[in-house]
């Protein structure tokens, strides 16, 4: 029906409204360097350091990266990968696939699976490069795209 597709469509821009919103919620808290409140709170973060080393000198330095544990980054780690599934999701569903067959799913199957992966390689990456400091991060943000799911 209009409706329920109208309905679809609302639910499928919030998804990418709200996937805007969070990137921008992360962009100004590093530009500022964690200096703007997060949903008018002061934010929860970590000062996370890590080591680097040049290729072509061998020289290592320090440096730091903010670990944002508020806002849409405190209720899960890769919170906005939740708004682009809610959007894929609700486009495939404006296919109507209990009419038109599986395939309109693809694109949200592939989809979910590519984030959930991407999800778990960035964890590993991350505990690598920050290693304790991501360990407290995590325990600070425990759930990875679904906040008390997964």
Do not use: M
């Given at each position: 029906s209009f409706s329920a597709a109208f309905a679809l469509f609302l639910l499928s821009m919030a998804g990418v409204v709200l996937n805007y919103l969070a990137d921008r919620e992360r962009d100004i808290f590093r530009a500022t360097a964690g200096k703007t409140p997060v949903w008018g709170k002061p934010p929860?973060?970590?000062?996370a350091e890590y080591e680097t080393t040049d290729r072509?000198?061998?020289?290592?330095?320090?440096?730091?990266?903010l670990l944002l544990a508020s806002g849409f980054w405190g209720m899960a780690r890769h919170?906005?990968?939740f708004?682009?599934?809610?959007?894929?999701?609700s486009w495939c569903a404006l296919a109507n696939?209990?009419?038109?067959g599986?395939?309109?799913l693809f694109y949200a199957c592939f989809l979910t699976y590519l984030?959930?992966?991407?999800?778990?390689r960035d964890s590993?990456?991350?505990?690598?490069k920050y290693g304790v400091y991501y360990e407290e991060y995590c325990k600070l943000v425990p759930y990875k795209i679904v906040p008390g799911l997964y």
């Open positions: 929860k973060y970590i000062t072509t000198t061998g020289i290592t330095t320090t440096k730091k990266s919170f906005q990968y708004f682009e599934l809610t959007a894929a999701w696939p209990v009419v038109n599986v395939l309109p984030l959930i992966d991407r999800a778990e590993k990456k991350c505990h690598a």
